[in-house]
DNA sequence: GGGTTTTAAGCTTTGTTTCAGGTTCGCTGG
DNA sequence: CCAGCGAACCTGAAACAAAGCTTAAAACCC
């Protein structure tokens, strides 16, 4: 697997790389957008992750004209947090996936391998992590051969997790999300769902296990 | 820290009220449009939560306003569920970031530091000192390969040693930032902790040690 | 009535506090 | 200068408190 890395910020750039070669990818790193684009336009990469600020020519437009010239070289285009317009313009230029600025290695890893698998799949039909899918629309969770269907509330909890691939999410964040900001829900009821959860998890024989941070929240981790 | 909440919802308005002061910022809160210029064209603030809904001046209005009129303060828009329109408009008019209802405290947090945090600050969301990190998500000790849990009052009590390297805290500030200002807690319980994270540094193999200055606190050095 | 959701209760695990005995340090008076 | 003393500090064990897990049963909702 041939990754090409796009970002002017050394140590960033560095840290990226390094989580990748620990996944046994090749990387290559060039520093300003004119070395990206004429990088990414050899076709040799299987994925490209691409800052937005950069030097000589922004991320966006490195996307767009790689697009314009028919390399279709997934693009994972990395953003700081509160740039909200960029979400809109990476997508909309032709970008496959975008990350904000702080990540986790987990979520790193996660997204790229979801890029370099998915090629002309369908978005957003299933959500995946590790080992287990989760189909959107009949709410059912996959594991190889084996698969059960999942209570609305459990698919909720299960994909609010499972987009916050190797990230803590709070019981706060999932009783907000799956009930809503004005709910009268006990936490209690949040780890009843995910002792359900866990039990499915086991039940379809997945590695993926959900692990609780005290006074924190909860996170999806691949078991090795 | 001073923020200013415009939201005409009294609950909602309070709900927020209540969250930020639990982080330690001082809140005023007022419930319509013009109100809401009015205070926040002081300057006085360092953030402000904008509700886009709302009587006498709608939040796009407030802000293209304020920016009119020079005002810098970073804005939080907040704005209903799908209302997509709302995002463009939002940001065209001059706020920072934007955030839809309902969102979980820890989002609302999460966003308001990375509004108020100044520029060129960390990356990833850990601290560092010497050889080891801490993981501020995961409240994860870490030292190249090694890594341990640390509960939550190890854990603050690190941050805080981290946030002040090679300088001295007191056993004073340590208790009033972790337990309270008005807690009853002993100094033994604070030296209980470090013989923890002493126990804990160690057994990661970092090199840092934490230094007891008699009658005056700790400090973290690292070994040479 | 069957599946889903919520509630409640007892239980396990983990984090926190307390306590007691031991150690170190710096001061003081001989 | 150094022995001895007390205050400050360290640390392990035990008691305690809190957070989370699990299960069963009740309530809910087509």
Redesign the interface.
Known sequence: MYVLIVED?L??AD?VAQILRNNDYQVDVVHDGADGLAYAETGNYDAVVLDVMLPKMNGFDVVAELRRRKVATPVLMLTA??A??DK?GGLDSGADDYMT????PAELMARLRSLTRRQGEVLFETAEYGDVKLDLDSCDLICGEKSIHLGYKEFSIAKILMANPG??V?K??L???VW???SEVEDNNVEAYISFLRKKFDFVGSKVKITT????GY?LDEGE
């Open positions: 910020d140590r960033l840290a947090r509160d909200l317009g809109v600025k702080p990540f986790a990230r803590v709070s706060e964040t009783i907000e999300k809503g900001y004005d941070l005290r006074k924190v996170r």
